[in-house]
């Protein structure tokens, strides 16, 4: 069985932090027990923020749909069956001026036919800071 893997952004904590998915490439073609390579991009920042973790996971529409699509499912509500929770340490592009991070994930052997969100949680602290007297 195949299904369509439609690629979706979930959360992130301020708008200049938001982690971003760059691959696979939006209505990819993936089979249960398919090993694949989901790009997280984070543009870089003039905020100070501390990366805490990421959690990536794959949201069937086909379950939540009557039209077994992902055009009326709600994406932000969750973010289905979770394939990678742990820490976010992106590094520099080489050659670019963002940062990222590349995971390769399995789709889950009992993962259901039909078209699916992908989708990232993304974590980190984000703050401003001033000087403090100690005494």
Do not use: W
Request: proline share 8%.
């Amino acid at each position: 069985m195949k299904f369509f893997a439609v690629l979706s952004f979930l959360a992130s904590l301020a708008a200049a932090q938001k982690a971003v998915i760059l691959a696979p490439e939006p209505m990819s073609v993936l089979a249960p027990g398919d090993d694949f390579v989901v790009d997280v991009d984070r543009p870089v920042s003039t905020t100070n923020a501390d990366e805490v973790a990421i959690a990536i996971g794959l949201l069937s529409c086909a379950q939540l749909s009557p039209l077994r699509t992902c055009d009326t499912v709600d994406s932000s509500s969750g973010i289905g069956t979770v394939l990678y929770a742990g820490p976010f340490d992106p590094e520099l592009r080489p050659g670019g001026t963002d940062f990222y991070q590349n995971f390769t994930v399995t789709v889950p052997t009992d993962f259901p036919s039909g078209e699916a969100a992908l989708a990232v949680a993304h974590f980190s602290l984000v703050g401003v800071s001033c000087p403090v007297i100690c005494g």
